[in-house]
């Protein structure tokens, strides 16, 4: 609900603060008096174009604040959490300031946001129905939307766009699916080949790198096996280190006992050397021996390290990456036909969740084709008191083929109207003039009430070119749906500003220095005159005094 509305320096309002309350409250004044500016200044809080025409002349800028409570589980509420603006008070402050180069910035709750979201807000906590701004109905593709709403059917609803992201999503998981097949079949040959290849090498890990070792040391060969061999040279032989160890522990050990126990540690040093001399002996000879005896030549060994270099190259790989390929290769091989399998499971899934979609969207469609028919027959029972007892209204419920069926199931809806008998059925707003479409939406609005998701709605002269007994119609009507939400109307209708729960009076004060619009509340004597004047005119007779204060007390007993 729109608790307050502060308006700074918009057109011809300097300053305007306006407390609202549930209700029917209407807004009355003579023609020009500035009505529209308040709702243009609704508009730019609501998220319309900002028009640095709309800035009053001379300021340097203009703001709207509008401050309204909606209910905790209200989607305007639910919109302002998910974007992190939600607040622990219950008010909801909007701000839209003007400057005079036509830039505007908006504020929800003291945060920063764009026109976009402040435009998504408004939608939500107002509806605005004018002569030539009927945007929500007037549009086929909101039909649907409205008819659910009437419905009622928010599990039967549900179900059906589960359903059909359940079907969605098998139905591109079976397209990804084959398409990878189609992929892995046109590689076929390819990988079956490079199979063949892989499996024939059959590489390993770190084989490159012990070729390569292998390969330099048989490069080096001869020049090896000469080194060892002189190396063998000598520690062995006459010459030999061991022969000459040898021979230097024989003569220590003749030596003189009386020199024993000095000789003793060279003894042991002579005794381990000829036992570390005699290791490295057989070590180089088992080293020549090996190396001399390897059968393996250079060349086959350059061919093998040639065969993984080339391999690799083929393949795009390193050579050691050259196994991890050859098990790659077998599985995309062997998800050819696991693949199969795969999306026959997958096709067998879908099958079954299509078959749930379509059982929950005929579902759907039939408790539509119900609620159409009670929301039309509800709305045909409001047009005659309005003057549109000829206006005759269908919701036309046609099945979309199954290719193009969405979350909302298979049903297209528009709401059809002709105005006269003969003319046939057509879009509301191609058929309806301007006053016929005020009062057709207020049917319309009055039927759907409980479905409405703004808990305010704006009437802008919808009893534009009537009166009499069509006024007192259409003010009863405002008044049931105040029942439900609360109502605003600019009205030139005595009738229906008789029916007010709260009454406006909108005044332009001319002086020397410019206009100025003014807002005052009526109490019940200044209401009764204010109801005259719409009877009578300029001059306030004492028989206008008395039709007013009759409609008021014929208002008030019903």
């Known amino acids: 609900m729109l608790l307050s509305l502060s308006i700074r320096d918009i057109v011809l309002i300097e300053r305007l603060d306006l407390e609202l309350a549930p209700g029917l409250t209407v807004l009355t004044g003579e023609t020009g008096a ?34 309204f409570e909606p209910r905790d ?35 929800v709750n003291d945060a920063p946001v764009g026109t976009a979201t402040l435009r998504q807000l408004g939608d939500l906590l107002v509806e605005v129905h004018g002569q030539m701004d009927q945007r929500g109905l007037t549009d086929t593709k909101n039909h649907r939307t409205v008819l659910d709403a009437f419905a009622g059917h928010d599990q039967l609803l549900a179900a059906t766009r589960a359903a059909h992201a359940a079907w969605r999503r098998l139905a ?19 990988l079956r080949h490079r199979l063949v290849d892989l499996e024939e090498l059959d590489a390993r890990i770190g084989e490159e790198e012990e070729l390569a070792q292998e390969r330099a040391r048989l490069l080096h060969k001869e020049k090896l096996l000469a080194a060892l061999d002189q190396a063998l040279g000598e520690l062995a032989g006459n010459d030999g280190a061991l022969s000459r160890l040898g021979a230097a522990e024989r003569r220590l050990l003749r030596a003189p006992e009386i020199a024993a126990e000095k000789l003793q540690p060279a003894l042991q040093a002579l005794e381990r050397a000829l036992i570390e001399t005699g290791e490295a002996e057989a070590e180089i000879t088992a080293a020549l021996n090996d190396i001399a005896g390897e059968d393996r030549s250079l060349e086959a060994l350059e061919e093998r390290l040639f065969a993984l270099r ?67 027959r509800l709305v045909m ?36 109207v002709s105005t006269n008998p003969g003319q046939p059925l057509g879009p509301i707003a191609k058929i309806a003039s301007g006053g016929e479409l005020s009062r057709l939406m207020l049917a319309l609005k009055v039927v759907l009430a409980r479905a409405a998701a703004a808990e305010t709605m704006i009437f802008d002269e919808v009893d534009a070119g009537i009166g009499g007994a069509t006024a007192d119609a259409v003010g009863e009507r405002l008044a049931r749906l105040a029942a439900e939400r609360q109502v605003l109307v600019v009205t030139h209708a005595p009738q229906v500003a008789a029916r007010a729960d709260h009454h406006f009076k909108v005044e332009k004060l001319t002086t020397d220095d410019g206009a100025t619009v003014r807002v005052r509340r009526l109490a019940e004597p200044e209401r009764r005159d204010e109801i005259a004047r719409m009877l009578a005119g300029a001059e306030i007779t004492e028989a206008a005094r008395a039709a007013a204060s009759s409609l008021l007390d014929v208002a008030s007993a019903r």
């Open 381 to 416: 029972a409001e047009l005659p008191p309005l003057k549109l007892e000829r206006t005759r209204v269908e919701v036309q419920i046609e099945k979309i083929p199954e290719a193009e069926a969405g979350p909302d199931g298979l049903d297209r809806v528009a709401l059809l």
């Open 73 to 107: 589980d209200h989607q305007a509420t639910m919109l302002l959490r998910a974007q992190d603006l939600a607040t622990s008070e219950p008010e909801l402050v909007v701000r839209r300031s003007l400057a005079a180069d036509g830039r505007s910035r908006a504020f």
């Open 172 to 190: 591109d998981a079976i397209a990804l699916k084959k398409a990878q097949i189609d992929q892995a079949r046109r590689d076929e040959d390819y």
């Open 310 to 376: 080339d391999a690799a190259r083929k393949h795009r790989v390193p050579v050691d990456e050259l196994p991890a390929l050859l098990e790659r290769t077998r599985d995309e091989l062997a998800s050819i036909d696991a693949g199969a399998e795969a999306l026959a499971d997958l096709e067998r899934d879908a099958r079954t969740t299509r078959a749930r979609f379509l059982e929950a969207a005929l579902s759907l469609h039939e408790s539509r084709e119900k609620a159409a028919g009670t929301l039309v």
């Open 34 to 67: 500035g009505k529209s500016i308040i709702l243009d200044a609704l508009g730019l809080v609501l998220g319309a174009r900002a028009d640095r025409a709309l800035l009053r002349t001379g300021a340097g800028q203009g703001s709207v604040t509008a401050c």
